[in-house]
């Protein structure tokens, strides 16, 4: 009881260090626009000429939406005559009044890297996950959590002899942009993002490439290696979230590989940081998300949500849930039968953890996933225990 007493009291002290932060001070108010009648190619090159992954829609200054990498990749029979108004989506509402978790939480719920700011309906400023994670630097109990503390395990890769088509269709069932890339020993040897597919399949010089990067059709029918980028930043698994931030804004990359002697552990991005941020956020119940679930399947939501909300009540018996998000991939295995892909992340007062499951029923699938993820949270607790156990042990021996 009195370790739950202090974790709060934690939980509530950080929060206040964090949204005391003025949204203001982290913004940019130079960004770049586009006018919603111009056309596609044009605002994915101007993206790609200005390093950004979205991109606001403005008509005098009137912010009508925000056209997306995300929103290009998604939609169908996007051809290169599309217009920015057509490709683009509602833009999230973040006020200058709005709190640093709360914007972390909608980060989290849209995926954008980064959002305009408005002040009526006007654009006053842009903020990033860039910008939002630069203040862990500042506050001591972020700075000093480990990179394995928070980065992504078992990581999905791919070889640098498939084909593109096969790091879209991951892409799309896990909801993530970057990708490692192995050699043929798994070792690794490149990274691969949504951004360098995109660009390479809407490029003016490659008018011949209509059509969007879809799953079930044939994108760009070349191999990874031809796309991927060679040189990689990656950071080991004991360094401090205070080094990688700040590898992340000197080498102007999201994501760092996790390794140790060679060998790839995982993964820690952007969004797993803005994950901890939102983490802290002021709620009465634990913050969930569930991405993915396609209109016909939303029947199911009120069962899936039971399930979640069970698997955390047992949960909560050996660690506090913060935060948990579910992305559902739905994809046609054998005939008109579909299959199920889930990919859980849980965060607790203790650290993230991960969890993949498919299978041809959604709520079995949410029932596993729970499972799994109670399973990862009580490993644990127990390698906890087992190292306060030889810490104690150890002092005995000094004595």
């Not at 990862?376 to 306060?388: A, G, H, L, P, T």
């Amino acid at each position: 009881m009195g370790d739950n007493i202090e974790a709060m009291k934690r939980k509530e002290l950080i929060r206040s260090q964090i949204d005391a932060v003025k949204l203001e001070d982290l913004m940019d108010d130079k960004f770049e626009t586009v006018d919603p009648e111009e056309v596609l190619t044009d605002v994915v090159a101007k993206l790609r000429a200005k390093d950004l992954h979205e991109i606001a829609v403005v008509e005098g200054k009137k912010l009508l939406g925000v056209v997306s990498y995300r929103s290009i990749i998604r939609r169908k029979n996007l051809v290169i005559g599309t217009k920015a108004r057509a490709a683009m989506d509602l833009a999230p509402q973040i006020s200058l009044e709005s709190s640093i978790t709360e914007v972390a939480e909608l980060f989290l719920s849209t995926g954008y890297r980064q959002m305009p700011v408005q002040k009526g309906n006007r654009i006053v400023g842009v903020i990033s996950r860039a910008g939002v994670v630069s203040i862990i630097p500042k506050i001591k109990e972020l700075k000093t959590i480990p990179v394995n503390s928070v980065m992504t395990e078992n990581v999905m890769t791919v070889t640098e002899e498939e084909p593109v088509k096969n790091a879209v269709d991951i892409m799309r069932r896990l909801d993530i942009r970057t990708i490692p890339v192995v050699d043929d020993t798994g070792r690794l040897s490149g990274i691969l993002g949504i951004r360098d597919i995109v660009n390479y399949n809407w490029n003016p010089k490659r008018r011949e490439t209509k059509g969007e990067l879809r799953g079930e059709s044939n994108p760009v029918d070349i191999k990874v290696r031809s796309l991927d980028r060679d040189v990689v930043h990656t950071v080991g698994p004991e360094e401090t979230l205070n080094t990688a931030v700040k590898l992340m804004a000197s080498k102007k990359v999201s994501a760092l590989p996790v390794v140790e002697d060679g060998r790839l552990l995982g993964i820690v991005t952007r969004y797993d940081m803005v994950e901890l941020l939102a983490s802290f956020g002021q709620r009465d119940m634990v913050y969930m998300q569930i991405t993915g679930l396609e209109e016909e399947d939303r029947f199911s939501l009120d069962m899936m949500e039971r399930e979640i909300q069970s698997g955390l009540a047992k949960i909560t018996k050996i660690a506090r849930p913060l935060l948990f998000t579910m992305h559902v991939a739905k994809y046609h295995s054998s005939g008109n039968r579909a299959k199920y892909s889930l990919n859980g992340r849980l965060v607790t007062e203790h650290g993230i953890f991960i969890g993949h499951i498919a299978d041809w029923s959604l709520i079995k699938a949410t029932i596993d996933l729970m499972s799994i993820l109670d399973e990862r949270v009580m490993q644990k607790k127990e390698e906890r225990v087992d190292k306060m156990k030889q810490s104690r042990s150890e002092v005995k021996k000094k004595r």
